[in-house]
């Protein structure tokens, strides 16, 4: 899911005129490599926010739509976008740039932005996956349907 929009914020950084991001320094490995790690990486957070619902929500979790659960899923795509960001930043990764008006600077780390478009992908983000969860936990098994006929 996180190559929705990993692929057009990297293909931004490598050839638009305005890139969405930019590398702060330059990067030892290729493009690529990244966008690929960060796709891993939004999975990682993102089964690791339905570990904080197990952890967190009334069990049997995902049995119907529960706002708490929901609300964890938000409240950690939030705090972990800003946790990446921040770090990123601090540690001369990458950085979204400012001076847009559809992706205005909410404030400042290290003289670098931290803009609202980030956040806004993981507030719709874990929406879509909660519903994509619900979805698939519910989806029927196959195991008692009639095989299709040759």
């Given amino acids: 899911?996180?190559?929705?929009?990993?692929?057009?914020?990297?293909?931004?950084?490598?050839?638009?005129?305005?890139?969405?991001?930019?590398?702060?320094?330059?990067?030892?490995?290729?493009p690529a490599v990244f966008l690929v790690a960060h796709a891993f990486w939004d999975g990682?957070?993102?089964?690791?926010?339905?570990?904080?619902?197990?952890?967190?929500?009334?069990?049997?979790?995902?049995?119907r739509f529960r706002f708490a659960e929901l609300?964890?899923?938000?409240a950690w795509g939030q705090l972990s976008?800003?946790?990446?960001?921040?770090?990123?930043?601090?540690?001369a990764g990458w950085v979204y740039h400012a001076g847009r008006a559809w992706?205005?600077?909410l404030f400042e780390v290290a003289g670098h932005p931290v803009t609202l478009v980030p956040?806004?992908?993981?507030?719709?983000a874990p929406i879509v996956y909660?519903?994509?969860a619900l979805r698939l936990v519910h989806a029927p098994s196959g195991q008692?349907?009639?095989?299709?006929h040759a």
């Fill in 119 to 124: 956040q806004l992908i993981w507030l719709a």
């Fill in 44 to 63: 990682g957070l993102f089964l690791f926010g339905l570990a904080l619902v197990t952890a967190l929500c009334r069990r049997p979790v995902l049995a």
């Fill in 81 to 91: 976008e800003l946790a990446v960001e921040v770090t990123s930043i601090l540690n």
């Fill in 130 to 132: 909660y519903g994509l």
């Fill in 144 to 148: 008692d349907q009639p095989a299709p």
């Fill in 71 to 74: 609300a964890v899923l938000v």
């Fill in 103 to 105: 992706n205005p600077v």
């Fill in 1 to 30: 899911m996180g190559l929705t929009w990993e692929i057009p914020i990297f293909l931004s950084a490598i050839f638009a005129n305005e890139p969405i991001v930019g590398f702060l320094r330059e990067p030892p490995l290729h």
